[in-house]
RNA sequence: GGCCCCGUCGUCUAAUGGCUAGGACACGGCCCUUUCAAGGCCGAAAUACGGGUUCGAUUCCCGUCGGGGCCGCCA
């Protein structure tokens, strides 16, 4: 495909009318990589036309998820102070330009390609229930093209609310599509559509175009479910002499019954994957390979690695299907990569969430609260068990995030397999103590094997390799086919499960005090049920 | 129903007018191992169908079928 001489603008163009969603991040993400990729700009537009569905929360769930992304924008709502704009081409929310809109409705009012129509919702109704029963698009059969002046005036005279409709010429029009190719439609299939409802309310196709046009967007990268919508926004642009703007459609992303992916497949909310704690390096990476692929076998891309490879050619036609698995492999992947102190950051606020700690100071107690967006370093503080009130540092909590680190897949993950670090007391059936066939005596006897064996051991050689190099070998003895007799207990009494982090890690953390009382714990467990 | 888009393993996808159609996730097995992960090895798994063009089509053309999108005074 040619070059891209002029330095292209694009823009995203979300309406907060509604959380923000999976399938708009993925269209930001590409228009974003297209853009810097040819030293562009990228353009964020906020299309609130719809008052009564839009809500300032939602655009800043829009910032925020975009931000969290890294996917900046060069023009758009200031997001240091989302009352502010940045940019020359502004105002880039589109209740704010009624303005520019009032003055092209009029111009195609006077140049007759619009007109009045004053017909009433329920006379349309009536007309599109008769197209669909003839097996006819419903479309607007005209009835107020041609009123007269007069007929005009009279209605106007009545208070009679009106909508504008553009006069759409009955032709074969085409447009190339850099994602499909030629795209052809008949627009006598059109009709003659609204505009605007009055001139104060310019509905999405009008204002899209242009809002497009005064922006100078040069390609529109939008889904595919705008297809439809292209000849309407060209018509608009012949009517009003606009240059036309090169189209590219991305495929839909879909949900696992193969529909577009929407809430009633679950999560389509971006802030779900957020908290759920996926990490932006992983969404990033998912999403670029939802329609998109560098055409070798590399899989692992960050955001400057892909603006560096990316290109609309190598984008895909079909669809694809979300698949949740990948990206949970994906995060996993970014999560084992994360240093270790970053990923602590990032785990805290999860356990406070869980109650299983809390802070010591207000201050960060307040920055946890506030969200999962923060990646800040004023996290590292002390913190308090909440069961036995301990104080413990930012580096114990790193000592057991570690440990844990190559089997996290998501950050909300961590609460659960870490909990039984913060508890008083542990709470499990003893037959998990049981290892294979062995029973109460058998796992009494490894408990108290145990007991005395690391009773011996010196708290300052308290550490993961001198337990081991006592405990192991004592399996060994202890059982000389298999290791599991000594070792399976000691893990279940640290820790409660039956799956966990290694026995040896796990008491170094523990300390020799907490490590031994959990092991009597365990043995007061069997006898007890044993009466 | 009309118009439009799409069709390679279950999923994301690579390849090409010509090697046994490649990789990844998920799945199964084995190894490692005290468990769970991680890691390593192996395996099962796809060109929707029918015609054409061609020495040769998964690839190009046509049709069928299938899936999806849109058909608002929503965006």
Known sequence: MK???????????????????????????FNYLFAKKNKGSFILR????????????????????????????????????????????GPYHQSKRKEIYKKYLKKLIEEGKAYYCFCSPEELEAKRQYFMS????????????????QEVEKKFQEGKPFVIRIKTPEKKLSFVDLI???????????????????F??????????????EMKITHVIRGEDHIPNTPKQILIQEALNLPRPQYAHLPLILGPDKSKLS?????????????????PEAMLNFMAFLGWNPGDEREFFNLYQLIEEFSLERCQKSPAIFNIQKLIWLNGHYIRKKPIKSLTRLCIPYLVEAGLI?????????????NHYNHSDEIKDTYIVVETQEKISFSYIQKIIEIYQERLKYLAEIPELVDFFFKKELSYPKELLFWKEAREKETLKALKTLKTLLSKIKK????????????????????????????????????????SAGPFEIAEILGKEKTLKRIEAAQILIKKEEK
């Not at 925020?64 to 890294?70: A, E, T, V, Y």
């Not at 996917?71 to 240091?80: C, H, I, V």
């Open 358 to 370: 809390k802070p010591l100071y207000e201050a960060t107690a307040k920055l946890i609260n506030n």
């Open 134 to 149: 003839i097996g006819q698009p419903p479309r607007y059969d005209g009835t107020c093209r041609n009123l007269t002046k």
């Open 46 to 89: 906020i299309e609130d036309t719809d008052k009564e569905r839009s809500k300032k929360e939602w655009e800043d769930d829009i910032i925020k998820s975009l931000l969290w992304l890294g996917l900046t924008w060069d023009e758009g709502p200031n997001p240091k102070d989302t009352n502010q704009e940045i940019g020359s081409f």
């Open 200 to 213: 104060e309310e310019p509905l999405y196709n009008f204002a899209c175009v242009i809002d497009d046009y």
């Open 263 to 279: 809430k009633r497949h679950g999560d389509v909310a971006f802030s779900q994957y957020i908290k759920k704690g996926f990490l």
């Open 460 to 499: 300052e050689e308290w550490h993961k390799e001198k337990l081991a190099e006592i405990i192991l070998p004592a399996a060994e003895r202890f059982n000389e086919k298999n290791r599991g007799y000594l070792l399976w207990p000691l893990r279940v009494s640290l820790s409660g499960k039956k799956a």
């Open 3 to 29: 070059e891209i001489k002029e330095k292209p603008r694009v823009r995203i163009a979300p309406s907060p009318t509604g959380p923000f969603h999976i399938g708009t991040a993925r269209t930001a993400l």
């Open 180 to 198: 499909h190719g030629k795209i052809e439609i008949d627009t006598s299939l059109l009709g003659d559509f609204v505009l605007a409802k009055g």
